[in-house]
C-alpha cells in the first residue's frame, strides 16, 4: 500500500520550516523515526534547495506518547555544509506538548 501522507509547510524563514501532518490513525503505520527523518530531510531541502538527501544518522528522544492525529512538526537546519547537513527537529500533539526530538545528520551529495 502506498504511503498516504498529508504534509503541509506552514512557514518557512531561513533555515527554520514549520510542517503540519496529519497522520491518519488507521490507515499507515508511520513510526517516530520516519517522522523525524522526513521532516529534517525537508528542512534541509528548503535549505539547498533540492531534494533527496541520505540519512547517515538519525537520533530520536520519546518523551511521549502521541495520541492524537494532527501533529505538528518544527524542523531547523543546524548546518548545511558541503558534504554534510544538520537539522533538529521536534515534534508536537495537537495539545502543542512535545513529544518526540530528534536529530538527523544527512549527506549532501553534489549533483553535478
Known amino acids: 500500500m502506498p504511503l498516504s501522507l498529508s504534509i503541509s ?3 518557512s524563514i531561513w533555515s527554520f520550516i514549520s510542517l503540519l501532518l496529519i497522520v491518519p490513525q488507521f490507515s499507515i ?4 523515526q520516519q517522522i523525524i527523518d ?3 530531510d525537508f528542512a534541509l531541502a528548503i535549505k539547498c534547495n533540492r ?4 540519512t547517515i544518522d538519525l ?6 506518547l502521541a495520541t492524537s492525529d494532527d501533529l505538528t512538526v518544527y ?3 543546524i548546518k548545511a555544509g558541503r558534504r554534510i547537513g544538520v ?3 521536534e515534534v508536537f500533539d495537537v495539545n502543542k506538548r512535545l513529544c518526540t526530538a530528534g536529530r538527523g545528520t544527512y ?4 549533483t553535478n
Open 9 to 11: 509547510i506552514e512557514s
Open 29 to 32: 503505520n508511520l513510526s517516530d
Open 38 to 40: 522526513i521532516s529534517g
Open 51 to 54: 531534494l533527496g538527501f541520505p
Open 59 to 64: 537520533r530520536v528522544d520519546y518523551l511521549r
Open 75 to 77: 524542523a531547523s537546519t
Open 87 to 89: 537539522a533538529d527537529i
Open 107 to 110: 549527506a549532501i551529495m553534489d
